[in-house]
């Protein structure tokens, strides 16, 4: 239960809960959604499972579990581990948001009860004090490496047990509250009822992207959380229980936010802000008990995102430490962590004209995280000892079942990996066109 609730933490963050129902808006709702859990259910699985195998199989760290599993060129498959350093710049830009919702926690006793005020409201945390953008950003830090420091199994999971329940229960209610709300049904049409007609090449890929960013695949996550679980651990159950936690948040985050963007203002929907306006918005009409269910709500958010932001930085961490021991560690790359996430601050409050919050966004999705995955695929379709990963496989695996596995690693994960990458440059949809 230990490992699962590790596994589940690092995964479950405002991935599910801020960009989820973000691109959902973007990229026209249902389709995009069905599409989103095709490939965690596929790409997303097979990643999932062959991180938690690396990790499982050596327990160690990324670069020695290339080095230790490598029939070919064993030296050279450590360099796959460069895609840890993603983790690091991912989190530069990933407390900036835990940041806002860390504001909002004190903004719940006060709570906006119109979409203008609620907007208003969130430009101001954003982009108006710097001061208070700094504190908060600097506290986030601050708690991500003490969890890290003091080591994430006792922490993290007492965490954990409490607010990841306390999380879903809040917007189960909200589920419930939404439901006598006018727009309730057109919420679920909007997410339900799938309408191809809105969706393009680069929606497709668009939530292959997601799905990779949701399951934390690509920076070493899950195969340095893997390292740490119990022999007996069925991986397989496992990733499933995590890939079903994640698309469940998800949903339900989206239900309840476009519940309240339909019966409000229709124009949030493609907006950054969707979920920061939308929500206070909602628990304004409650009165005190919508108070009480903003600072729960935004208190478990906010630990469900440090977990998450723990689960970045563990893998180079635990890398390190063996190398200049974890102390040494977790301060050299705090301080690269503190350097990117103040000059995101300068560029949002524009104290400086480049947009670094948007640099870190694209290289770390669009590029090191297609790496990061790519590698994966590659190594295990071609250079990896197999007989390691069979033996773990075998354990709730058919024999054809396995073969498919391996060919679908092999062949399918690269294709559709490099698809993405090019889009991200050029525009596959103007070859179709």
Known sequence: MGFILSLTGGAIGL???????????????????????????SIGLVLFLAEMMLGKSTRDNLANSYFKTAKFYPKYMKFGAIAMLSGIFVLSFYLIILSWVFQYLFYSFSLPNTNDKALELFKNAVSSNVKINILCFLFCLFCTLYFVKKGIVLGIERLNVVLMPLLCLIMIFLLFYSISEGAFVKAIKFIFYPDFSKLNFKSILDALGLSLFTLCLGIGCISTYAANSQEDTNILKASLLVIFLNITIGLLMAVVVFAFAFLSDENLLNDAALVFVSLNVLFSKLGLIGNILAFLFFLALFFAGITSAVSMIEPFTFYLEKKIGRNKSILYIGIIVFILGLSCIFSMCNIIKIDVFYILDFLTSNIMLLVGVFFTSIFLGFFANKIIFIKILRKFMKKRLIFLYFTFVKYICPIIIILVFINNFYPLSKLLN
Not at 17 to 37: C, D, E, R, Y
């Open 15 to 41: 991935g599910n809960a801020w960009k989820f129902p973000t691109m959902v808006g973007q990229n026209g709702g249902s389709a995009f959604i069905l599409i989103f859990i095709l490939f965690c259910l």
